[in-house]
T-cell receptor, first 112, second 114 residues
Framework: KAGVTQTPRYLIKTRGQQVTLSCSPI?????VSWYQQTPGQGLQFLFEYFSETQRNKGNFPGRFSGRQFSNSRSEMNVSTLELGDSALYLC???????????FGPGTRLTVT | AQSVTQLGSHVSVSEGALVLLRCNYSSSVPPYLFWYVQYPNQGLQLLLK??????LVKGINGFEAEFKKSETSFHLTKPSAHMSDAAEYFC????????????FGQGTELSVKP
């Protein structure tokens, strides 16, 4: 089975722009979670989607949003980028009824 | 609020020595617990999980962890370190009603000396 895939792997944006990141979960997994990883704050939960509905949300500003499609693929969007948004963004999926999450390789976002 | 604490941001061992990475959780209800490993420029790989079935959990690459409710701990061990074990290790927890939300510890970077 193919793992979680994320595109693009690397991205450079300018402050004030917006960005969209994509995540394709493992086949059959309907839950997708997003995390931000920075040296200062570590790994922080952004949100979780299940069957196209946001089930849980972390403590991030409204500039961070996401959605999930009927095929379970998910996107996250960050508007009005700030320098502090530079981070590795990780997507993870999990099978129904289970608690372990399987992570993708991440998207490295650099905001200049 | 639930929290996860990893003691020691950096641990260094010699090749062949015991690896011990410490993790404590803070929760009135025992959560589901996980250990992940991250190699440079990669995502997180699941090493092992505790989901209340057995207190001693065996994972991949020779790692194991023991859940101790009385100590609210879930320490990761490996009897004999290998150079390829050098990486960053994260302990994580989730509660049953928020299964899609993992709370991570700060991470422990493991160095293995030849």
């Amino acid at each position: 089975k193919a793992g979680v895939t994320q595109t693009p792997r690397y991205l450079i944006k300018t402050r004030g722009q917006q960005v969209t990141l994509s995540c394709s979960p493992i086949s059959g997994h309907r839950s997708v979670s997003w995390y931000q990883q920075t040296p200062g704050q570590g790994l922080q939960f952004l949100f979780e989607y299940f069957s196209e509905t946001q089930r849980n949300k972390g403590n991030f500003p409204g500039r961070f949003s996401g959605r999930q499609f009927s095929n379970s693929r998910s996107e996250m969007n960050v508007s009005t980028l700030e320098l502090g948004d530079s981070a590795l963004y990780l997507c993870a999926s999990r099978p129904g009824g289970m608690y372990e999450q399987y992570f993708g390789p991440g998207t490295r976002l650099t905001v200049t | 609020a639930q929290s996860v604490t990893q003691l020691g941001s950096h641990v260094s061992v010699s090749e062949g020595a015991l690896v011990l990475l410490r993790c404590n959780y803070s929760s009135s209800v025992p959560p589901y617990l996980f250990w992940y490993v991250q190699y440079p420029n990669q995502g997180l790989q699941l090493l092992l999980k505790y989901t209340s079935a057995a207190t001693l959990v065996k994972g991949i690459n020779g790692f194991e962890a023991e859940f101790k409710k009385s100590e609210t701990s879930f320490h990761l061990t490996k009897p004999s370190a290998h150079m390829s074990d050098a990486a960053e290790y994260f302990c994580a927890a989730s509660q049953g009603n928020q299964g899609g939300k993992l709370i991570f510890g700060q991470g422990t970077e493991l160095s293995v000396k030849p």
